[in-house]
Every structure is written in C-alpha cells, then in structure tokens.
C-alpha cells in the first residue's frame, strides 16, 4: 500500500493575455464583429459574453491540468462537462503486479483524521488491498 498527497500540476505553458485574446476572435465570429479587435477590446467582450451567458465561448481555449486526487474529488469534477476528463482506469490498471509495485495507492488523509480515525482508515485500506489481491488471484479482472 501507499499513501500519497493530493496534488495538482498545470502542464499547459500559460500566456493568459494571449489566450483570452484567442477568446475574443472565437467569440467574435458568432457576433460577425471580428473588425471591432483592439489591443484590449477582449476585456470588455469577455466580460459581455460572461454576462449574457454565452459560455461556450470560452470553451475554445483549453488548459491541461494534471489532478491527483481521490475518487470522490474526481467525481465531484468530471460532473462538470465544461471540461474534458481523462482518469486513470481501474478496469484497466492491475494494481497487483510489478508496474504498480505490487500495491494500491490511496489519497493520503492523516491530515483530516485524528489518531484513531487514522488507524481505522489505514485498516481498512490495508484490508481492501489484500482482498483486490486475492481478487485478483481467484481470476477476477481488474
């Protein structure tokens, strides 16, 4: 078994400027008014398509962030289709052999549980590894 922290690292190189500019000449087809582009006009246009609403302007910038967390915050974010998700699957992962060190790896929550809340989760998780193990002996696929 291991415990890691939850974490997160943005893997796109940001140049929010630009970005937001790229925003505005997306978000100006719709409105045929691409000869209204100056040097700050996506200021006040972005802030325009926010208030009324038109949201799927902003869907044409993307950045790729790489969240490690528990099962419970993913879900929590994928419900939200604003975004696109990709998780890694535990249909296709088989945590009981070498590529994963022949162990599961938990979200690490000593800092949200007192001692004996502590010893009791860390129980369980031990538990929940060696039964996926023997699972997966019996000829259970992941």
């Not at 998780?87 to 929550?109: A, M, P, V």
């Not at 001692?115 to 039964?131: F, G, M, P, T």
Request: proline share 1%; glycine share 2%; charged share 25%.
């Amino acid at each position: 078994m291991k415990l890691i922290k939850q974490n997160y690292k943005i893997l796109t190189k940001i140049n929010s400027k630009q970005l937001l500019k790229d925003i505005e000449l997306c978000g100006r087809t719709a409105y045929k008014s691409e000869n209204k582009i100056t040097n700050l006009s996506y200021i006040n246009f972005i802030k325009m398509i926010i208030k009324k609403n038109h949201l799927s302007v902003i869907e044409h910038e993307k950045i790729t962030i790489k969240f490690i967390v528990d099962r419970g915050i993913s879900h929590e974010l994928v419900r939200h289709r604003l975004a696109s998700f990709t998780q890694e699957s535990t249909r296709y992962c088989n945590y009981s052999n070498d590529k994963f060190g022949n162990s599961i790896t938990f979200i690490d929550l000593t800092d949200f549980l007192d001692v004996n809340q502590y010893s009791i989760w860390k129980n369980s998780l031990l538990l929940a590894e060696i039964s996926y193990k023997n699972m997966i002996k019996a000829g259970v696929k992941p």
